[in-house]
């Protein structure tokens, strides 16, 4: 149980073009989802914190135009990287809590490797 | 400002003998700690976590102890086997401050178990 997946696994896109990621829980309902980026040889930093049906929650220095987020429901949230740039390359990570365990631990999605050309 | 350090990048030992991965941490609010497992182009794996109010939580090769006065946390693996090599992530939250418990991430431990 508590299986988290992510899609695409891996995008390449040119620069100025917008992407969309997909995060979903696939056997619990997650109340809460979380964004996540990891630069090489970085910490996991945590971008956003999503709750269902309600307005996304940045972290400072985390653009929301930039980098928006919908949880439509309790079993997909989406992060859509708008006017990619270089910069944006990363690896982007979602975590699903919920379900069972809801007090305990986060459930992470496998990943998505951003490169803009 | 690095609220959770691990400041071993890197960390290599033979099979069969006992990892230690070391945490520190500097915010006082945080009330529970966690281990994740990582390998490349994946996301984190929970392995095992600890509350404040414990000092030890072990999970068959995996023990987590926590030593609040030192801001301290390290995870124990006994014995160490080759598929443990992959990167380990500290993190801790603050639960006592709302519903949504948001993680505070190392930034890792690479493991290397030898054959």
């Known amino acids: 149980g508590a299986v988290v997946s992510q899609h695409p696994s891996r995008v390449i896109c040119k620069s100025g073009t917008s992407v969309k990621i997909e995060c979903r829980s696939l056997d619990f309902q997650a109340t809460t989802m979380f964004w996540y980026r990891q630069f090489p040889k970085q910490s996991l930093m945590l971008m956003a914190t999503s709750n269902e049906g309600s307005k996304a929650t940045y972290e400072q220095g985390v653009e929301k135009d930039k980098f928006l987020i919908n949880h439509a429901s309790l079993t997909l949230s989406t992060l859509t990287v708008t006017s990619a740039h270089p910069e944006d390359s990363s690896f982007y990570i979602c975590?699903?809590?919920?379900?069972?365990?809801?007090?305990?631990?986060?459930?992470f999605g496998p990943g998505t490797r951003l490169t803009v050309l | 400002d690095q609220q959770v350090k691990q400041n071993s990048p890197s960390l290599s030992v033979q099979e069969g003998r006992i990892s230690i991965l070391n945490c520190d941490y500097t915010n006082s609010m945080f009330d529970y700690f966690l281990w994740y497992k990582k390998y490349p182009a994946e996301g984190p794996t929970f392995l095992i976590s600890?509350?404040?109010?414990?000092d030890k939580n072990e999970d068959g090769r995996f023990t987590v102890f926590l030593n609040k006065s030192a801001k301290h946390l390290s995870l124990h693996i006994v014995p160490s086997q080759p598929g443990d090599s992959a990167v380990y992530f500290c993190a801790a939250s603050a639960r006592s401050g709302g519903s949504n418990y948001k993680l505070t991430f190392g930034k890792g431990t690479l493991l290397t178990v030898n054959p």
């Open positions: 600890i509350s404040s109010i414990k």
């Open positions: 975590s699903a809590q919920g379900g069972l365990n809801s007090y305990n631990e986060q459930f």
